[in-house]
């Protein structure tokens, strides 16, 4: 598979960008939609998502943006996906933790996007190896991860950890900074408005044997 260009944009919203580098993913972080409403968006008075897909038919290419999404009076952290001025989906982060004011989401952000296939995690859900392990079963190309904020060390440490364990490149925007985790445990870090990332999209398996006692081998006629 040929290598891929991510940009991401640390500033400036999808309204605000007349045009994108050339690439085949941009990426936005949550100050790229802000907050959208569903009602206005279903009544016309507002086209944020629309946007998004034009933006993407204009600089063909893919495009994922961060959003917090209303609906109903129900807040989500979100992001929305679009490529060569298609909208493919709006998907929401699934794990809130604590009293968090958000909503969860329900189904796991997979996309393909660009001729790739990317794995999509919001916020809270790099928390959970299970999202990363569950993109790498799903023969996932690579995934973008979108924060609002870096409130600690940690998100960095753990994109390289997962891409170095489940063999999937990581793409993150967290607050004004774009970070790359590359399979070999390497990582990159821009403060840059516009940050280019050249990934190169793997699928390569490793066949693991384990030894489990108690599993009978006899078939049975009735399956």
């Known amino acids: 598979m040929y290598n891929m260009v991510f940009c991401v944009v640390?500033?400036?919203?999808?309204?605000?960008?007349?045009?994108?580098?050339?690439?085949?993913?941009?990426?936005?972080?949550?100050?790229?939609?802000g907050e959208v409403d569903y009602e206005s968006e279903?009544?016309?008075?507002?086209?944020?998502?629309?946007?998004?897909?034009?933006l993407s038919k204009e600089g063909d290419c893919g495009l994922i943006c961060g959003c917090k999404t209303i609906s109903r009076g129900l807040l989500r952290k979100s992001a929305a996906v679009s490529d060569r001025g298609k909208l493919l989906g709006i998907s929401d982060m699934l794990h809130v933790l604590d009293c968090e004011e958000f909503k969860s989401g329900s189904s796991l952000g997979f996309y393909r996007v660009g001729g790739c296939k990317v794995g999509l995690c919001i916020e809270n859900d790099l928390l959970f190896p299970d999202t990363f392990k569950s993109f790498s079963m799903c023969g996932c190309n690579a995934v973008v991860a979108?924060?609002?904020?870096?409130?600690?060390?940690?998100?960095?440490l753990l994109i390289r950890a997962y891409s170095y364990l489940?063999?999937?490149?990581?793409?993150?925007?967290?607050?004004?900074?774009?970070?790359?985790?590359?399979?070999?445990?390497?990582?990159?870090t821009s403060t840059q408005n516009i940050t280019l990332f050249e990934v190169s999209p793997r699928n390569n398996y490793h066949l693991v044997?384990?030894?489990?006692?108690?599993?009978?081998?006899?078939?049975?006629?009735d399956y």
């Not at 279903?42 to 034009?54: C, E, H, M, N």
């Open 42 to 54: 279903l009544k016309g008075d507002t086209d944020r998502f629309d946007k998004v897909a034009r």
């Open 166 to 188: 489940y063999g999937i490149p990581i793409v993150m925007t967290a607050g004004k900074t774009a970070y790359f985790a590359d399979i070999s445990g390497a990582i990159a």
């Open 146 to 156: 979108v924060l609002e904020e870096l409130r600690n060390n940690v998100p960095p």
């Open 10 to 33: 640390n500033d400036g919203t999808v309204e605000e960008r007349e045009r994108l580098p050339d690439c085949d993913v941009a990426v936005f972080g949550f100050g790229g939609l």
């Open 209 to 221: 044997t384990t030894r489990i006692k108690g599993i009978a081998a006899d078939t049975k006629p």
